[in-house]
């Protein structure tokens, strides 16, 4: 750097991204310097929003969000263009967020210096270096979650992959730890006092890269590193430098710059302006949108994908909240959770454990006990060596699901005004913990949360997730939600925002383009379902005027069969939800008959897994009439399966069906010949793997007719007892994966029932135990002997 002087100054705080010793560390240096302007590793673009940062409404985590504004997105839901965006999360116990906040509250100027997200969310595109670094802000492709931040400087690779890999692994190594995350928590992030370790940390670094410069080539790791990272690098220290020379010439003689550890050797480097405007030169841009979006602990988390995540983000929210006896306090807090919990935990269990993580952390030589020291002190006291609550304090407190909050006038779109101003009426307020919501449909004030969440899921805003898909549905007038805010829902709602201002517009438009690309007739009948399920009474004429035009010219049965029952479900959910659904009606009208006419030709000639993925289709339709509740269709429906029923010799359809028409004839009472038509299914002149084809279709909707008709349960017992050896062992997985599908008290109930087949039940004695002469003595003895053995007893001679 140029020199100004002794009246300039200038110090470079180098600082590990998230660690609360490092944040107090640099309050404390800060104030004590008292610089007349701040500099901090970040985009420019978001300097007019620093000062958010001193509203009451801000409360970390929160992170910047950098997007390309004008992005037009595809109707299918694919990507228009390729999405960029990235992300720079705080939290309350990141040195760069009390470096703000400790300008703001001082008065001080404050600017961020690292290069501009514009030209960081720009793809390189020469052909011989199209990487970006993994420290910077890199476009997101496929990955929704990709974070812009410094690769953590004590965390990936081992020290002899490279010193530019893992700097704090070398240094860790050369202190005697074989953990450099462990070396960094006791050396900063455990200290409460002391001097400052900035020093240090600007010393030890710039050995290290004097260090890396003498290597020899192979041994440096670089070929390690990303393609264009050393380039990236070497630009972002450049636009570093020419911040902090643009800060001095402006006339602050009092500097403070908090940027990654790793870099401060470079930025107290006195490099020419010219070379480092030599290097700035020609770089691509992009146009940058900033703004304020919330974050969580869980996003923090390293596990998360976050480049500069750290293990335990709730453990350092403690750590730097804590003003004394973070361990103590730690313990409490654990103890309280577990009792939440139901499980025993006394003041004599915390004060146990804070004595054996005192001892572990004395015993290993750390200044303080650490997490590993906390973990295994709750593992053994609190929690009586039980993994399953320390998972439980894993996931709520060291990592924890804290969510933060930005000011009401921060930057958004409207999109996102309007989706708040929703959240507030509505009374949702968004969590990052799994909250339960169970709707009842009738009330006004659910039945627009449904609507709501439904139109969210229409813009790939996916808040809510209806339990109706893990198969726990309540019946048409109540829907189960599970509701879980991630900070990505805010680029997803940038990017929705092509769509419309409004949740409700935005939705309608989109479901509008997407029923014009359809190609699917089962991609239109789930989309009028679902416009049907938001209350898209917009969008629902182009729906199904699309849906409409495809049925009229899909001919394939399955494909019909497919669509029936989303459109019935529909019509059912119009009913409740007051939404006209009258061209709806005439579609299925009209699929029902098309599907009565073409099951006859469509079930012929069918092989075992054509006819497996029909009888999916039979079984779907059948349940959507029953739900529909009209006779004539359900009439018509009927008497088409028992034409298909009836059919013997070549004409007849596979087993599999036949059997499960069969169930589903007599079910309705249209059928009075069941055992005689059993009878010839499973006679002897029936192959063995038709007849159990058959027996698996007609017991696949429950075991209970068995219990309760001696005759059908006494023909499939002679069927079974009559079948060859070879025969039986062909047949046998196909009646296993039968019963296997039925309850145990079915099968109980059915077993019990063929034992009183012939002659009642058994004889017992009056303890109601067997009596001895009803019992097979040479079966008796194998399992016996078999018993025994187990025990590791010997079997009697």
């Not at 304020?292 to 996003?299: D, K, L, M, N």
């Not at 730097?320 to 025993?344: I, K, M, N, Q, Y």
């Not at 049925?551 to 069969?561: G, K, P, T, Y």
């Not at 596979?654 to 004839?665: D, N, Y």
Request: aromatic residues 6%; contains cysteine.
């Amino acid at each position: 750097m140029p020199d100004r002087g002794e009246r300039t100054r200038v110090e470079v705080f180098g600082i590990r991204h998230h660690g609360p010793g490092s944040a107090r560390a640099l309050r404390r240096a800060l104030e004590e310097f008292k610089p007349e302007a701040v500099l901090i590793e970040g985009p420019p673009e978001a300097d007019d929003l620093v000062a958010l940062a001193a509203d009451p409404g801000m409360v970390p985590p929160v992170a910047l969000l950098a997007y390309s504004p004008g992005r037009t997105p595809s109707p299918d839901g694919g990507e228009g263009t390729e999405r960029q965006a990235a992300f720079w999360p705080f939290a309350e116990f990141s040195p760069e967020w009390q470096a703000i906040r400790y300008a703001l509250d001082a008065g001080v100027p404050v600017r961020f210096c690292d290069l501009p997200a514009a030209h960081q969310l720009v793809r390189q595109q020469e052909p011989q270096d199209p990487g970006t670094p993994p420290d910077a802000p890199l476009p997101e492709g496929d990955d929704p979650q990709r974070i812009a931040a410094e690769r953590p400087e004590g965390q990936g690779e081992a020290p002899e992959h490279g010193i530019r890999l893992d700097p704090l692994g070398w240094l860790a190594k050369v202190a005697g730890y074989d953990d450099a995350e462990r070396w960094w928590d006791d050396v900063v992030e455990h200290r409460h006092d002391g001097p400052s370790p900035f020093p240090a940390i600007a010393e030890a670094m710039a050995e290290l890269r004097a260090r890396l410069a003498e290597l020899p080539e192979p041994e440096r790791g670089l070929d390690r590193l990303p393609p264009g990272y050393l380039r990236r690098e070497e630009q972002r220290e450049a636009y570093m430098r020419r911040t902090l020379r643009r800060a001095l010439k402006d006339g602050y003689e009092r500097v403070a710059v908090v940027c990654g550890a790793w870099h401060v050797p470079a930025l107290l480097e006195k490099v020419p302006a010219s070379r480092d405007e030599q290097t700035l030169r020609g770089l691509p841009k992009t146009k940058v949108a900033m703004t304020w979006v919330p974050w969580t602990h869980g996003r923090l988390a390293g596990h998360s994908g976050y480049g500069a995540g750290v293990r335990s983000p709730g453990w350092y929210h403690h750590l730097f909240a804590s003003g004394d006896r973070p361990v103590e306090r730690w313990l409490t807090e654990a103890a309280r959770l577990l009792r939440e919990e139901d499980l025993h935990v006394s003041s004599a269990h915390v004060i146990e454990a804070v004595r054996l993580a005192e001892t572990l952390a004395a015993l290993r030589g750390r200044p303080l006990a650490g997490l590993d020291e906390v973990t295994e002190a709750t593992r053994a006291v609190l929690c009586e060596g039980n993994d399953l609550p320390v998972e439980l304090i894993q996931r709520r407190m060291v990592v924890g699901e804290r969510l933060g909050s930005v000011p009401e006038r921060t930057p958004m779109v409207p999109l996102q005004r309007d989706l708040q101003a929703e959240q507030r009426r509505l009374r949702l307020k968004p969590s990052a913990l799994d909250r339960e919501y169970d709707l009842d449909l009738r009330k006004p004030l659910d039945l627009d949360r449904s609507r709501l969440l439904h139109r969210l899921r229409l813009l790939d805003v996916d808040w809510g997730v209806p339990q109706e898909a893990q198969g726990r549905s309540k019946g048409t007038f109540r829907e189960s939600w599970t509701l879980l805010w991630r900070p990505e829902f805010d680029v997803e709602l940038i990017e929705a925002s092509a769509w419309g201002t409004t949740v409700h517009g935005a939705a309608a438009a989109r479901a509008e383009a997407t029923a014009s690309q359809a190609t699917a007739l089962s991609e239109l009948t789930s989309l009028a379902e679902r416009c049907l399920l938001a209350d898209l009474g917009d969008a629902l004429p182009t729906v199904m005027r699309a849906l409409a035009d495809r049925a009229a010219v899909d001919s394939d049965v399955a494909h019909l069969m497919a669509a029936l029952p989303a459109l019935v479900r529909a019509l059912r959910y119009g009913d409740v939800r007051g939404t006209p659904t009258g061209p709806l009606r005439t579609v299925v009208d009209g699929l029902v008959v098309r599907v009565c006419v073409g099951l006859p030709p469509a079930v012929t000639g069918l092989d075992d897994d054509a006819s497996r993925e029909m009888l999916g289709h039979i079984d779907a339709v059948h349940g959507a009439l029953s739900l529909l509740g009209d006779d004539d269709h359900t009439d018509r429906w009927l008497r088409a399966l028992r034409g298909l029923a009836d059919r013997d010799g070549d004409h007849a359809v596979h087993g599999l069906l036949e059997g499960r028409l069969v169930r589903l004839l007599l079910d309705a009472g249209r059928l009075d010949d069941v055992p005689a038509r059993m009878a010839r299914a499973v006679s002897v002149g029936t192959a063995p793997d038709r007849a159990a084809a058959w027996v698996e279709g007609f017991l696949a909707g429950g075991g209970l007719l068995l219990v309760h008709d001696d005759d059908l349960l006494r023909l499939l017992d002679g069927w079974i007892a009559g079948l060859p050896g070879e025969a039986f062992t062909d047949v046998l997985p196909l009646l296993r994966r039968t019963f296997g599908g039925y309850a145990a008290a079915e099968r109980r109930a059915v077993g019990e029932r063929v034992r009183r087949l012939d002659g009642g039940a058994a004889p017992r004695a009056a303890d109601g135990a067997p009596r001895e002469d009803d019992i097979d003595a040479g079966r008796a003895a194998a399992a016996t002997a078999t018993a025994l053995r187990i025990l590791g007893w010997e079997a009697p001679a």
